[in-house]
Structures are given as C-alpha cells and as structure tokens.
C-alpha cells in the first residue's frame, strides 16, 4: 500500500523586496515569480506548487505589504491579504540584512490574532550581519510568538532544504490538486508578460517606475511549433514611451531579446516575439487591467 499523500497551503507574504519570489522559485525548483531588486514587482498574488516526498505544497507568492497610496496600491496589499486567507502556514519573509524597520513591525502587528500557524522565516542570511540574527529573532518573536523560526538564503539555498522538509511535515494529509509535472497555477499567457515585465524593471528600474504594464494580445502556437507572441507596454506618458523605446529602439529591442531568451528556456519552444508600446494614461484606473492582472477592483 502506497503512503499517503500530503497537501498544503503555505502563504508567503512579507515587505517588499523581502525575497519572497525568490523562495518561491527556490522552493518550486524553477522559475514560477520574476524577480528583480525593485520593490513590489510582485503585482497578484501567484501560486507555485512544491513537491517534497509524497507531499505538495503550494505557495502563494503575495505582492509586498506596503502603506497603499493609490488605488492600484490598495489591489496589490488586497491581494496580499487574500493569499493568506484559508492556508495552513503563514511564512513572514523578512530581510535579515535590512534589518527590522517600521514596515516588518506593522506586518507583524497585523498578524497578531490570525488563528493559522505563522512561521518567521528570516532571510539573506548570506548578507546579514550574523550578530544580528540572534537579536531580530528575539525581537520579531516578542511581538509575536511565532510557530517556527528559520534562518535561509533563498538565493544560496543556505538552509532551504531543512525548511522545504520542515514545510511538507506540516502539511495535512490529502489529495494532490495539481499534476506531478505542474509547477505553477499560472497560464504561460500570463507568464510570458511578467517575463517582459520583468525585463522593463531589470533594464530601466530607476527611469519608469510604476508607470507600466504589460498585455499579451495574442499568444499563438504556430504549426512548427513555436510560439508567436505579441505584447502591448503601456505606459502613462510620451516620455515614459521614449524611454522604453530608447536612442533608435535600441532599448526595446534589448528587452524583447532578453524577454525571448527567457520565455524560450521555460516554454521549451522557439519564440517570437513581437514588442509595441502604447501611451495609455490612468491605464492603473481601468477595470479590464485589473482583471488581466488577477488582481480585484477595489474602492
């Protein structure tokens, strides 16, 4: 008789830039959340599916709990809140490097009181101040007594094995929801934007900041089996237009190469890709956006 089988729902959330897409993927064994050093590039919240022995765990990657100043910020904490909502695990990521501010204090008031089991995970433990590690646990576990304590790098893999093993014990017994082979409940429509996406924040992080999105608009599998696919940028202003474009489209062409190379690797196919930039101003105000995104409409 075959062991039983194991799943569960481990939410992930934490500040922005805390490392949480980069667990994710640690976790998943490949790329399912992109990834870059600005803040809140996690936009909805996505799942990545685990598997450890006969266990599945799955993750949901939440955007960075931040204060919300607009209405698109607002979508992106609700989102946050609502990947927690019904898991088995709450982990709080928290940047052992950067130490404990104001925004991981806030976080960690806001759980208080929450009935699921909250695992403090500190992380970029590599680039920490290692006598400090001891001192932001304490600290973090005075406000409130965590469940477990971890200390990792998702970017070295330091630590992340015992975690991953520690994450499939607490999982309860059940039915696996995703086949063996499936990493991600994302579509390879809407991973292909946040792979541009991705590309526009790694390549012009500091000259556009929130002001764009990506829209896939057609997503075709030709008969030699490649991928034809075609993105809008929208972007708010002229100017943020010409930045994406840059000095003879150089700039655009670079992120569609790099955006290729990428969405090749995962898809496994020939891909290309066909790149337009669109001035859209308040695209941030419009429904069909949001919805596009996975993210709710909120007032």
């Not at 500190?122 to 971890?150: C, G, R, Y």
């Amino acid at each position: 008789m075959s062991a039983p089988k194991h799943c569960g729902l481990v939410a992930i959330v934490g500040a922005p830039n805390a490392g949480k897409s980069t667990l994710v993927n640690a976790l998943v064994g490949q790329k399912v959340a992109i990834v870059s050093p600005k803040a809140q590039t996690t936009r909805a919240k996505l799942m990545g599916v685990a598997i450890e022995g006969d266990t599945q765990i799955l993750l949901v990657d939440t955007p960075g709990i931040f204060e919300p100043k607009r209405r698109f910020d607002r979508a992106m904490v609700a989102a946050a809140w609502g990947g927690a909502e019904g898991s088995d695990i709450i982990a709080l990521v928290v940047d052992a490097k950067g130490g404990i501010g104001g925004k991981v204090t806030t976080i960690v008031e806001s759980l208080v009181g929450r009935t699921e089991p909250i695992w403090l995970i500190l992380n970029k433990v590599d680039l920490a101040d290692k006598t400090k590690l001891l001192i932001h646990a304490e600290k973090l576990n005075a406000l409130l007594p965590f469940a477990e304590t971890f200390f990792i790098s998702a970017g070295t893999g330091d630590g992340l094995a015992h975690f991953k093993t520690q994450l499939a014990k607490a999982m309860p017994e059940g039915p696996w929801h995703y086949p063996e082979d499936q990493v991600s409940d994302s579509t390879e429509r809407a991973l292909a934007s946040e792979v541009t996406r991705e590309q526009l924040y790694l390549q012009l992080h500091a000259e556009l900041p929130y002001a764009s999105t990506i829209e896939t608009e057609q997503y075709i599998e030709r008969q030699d089996g490649s991928l034809e696919i075609h993105q809008q940028i929208l972007v708010e202003r002229p100017t943020q237009r010409a930045i994406v474009l840059g000095k003879g489209g150089v700039r655009i062409k670079e992120i569609g190469a790099r955006s290729r190379i990428e969405l090749s690797s995962i898809t496994g196919k020939p891909v290309h890709l066909y790149l337009h930039v669109k001035v859209k101003p308040g695209w941030d105000e419009d429904r069909e956006v949001y919805r596009d995104m996975g993210l709710d409409w909120v007032d």
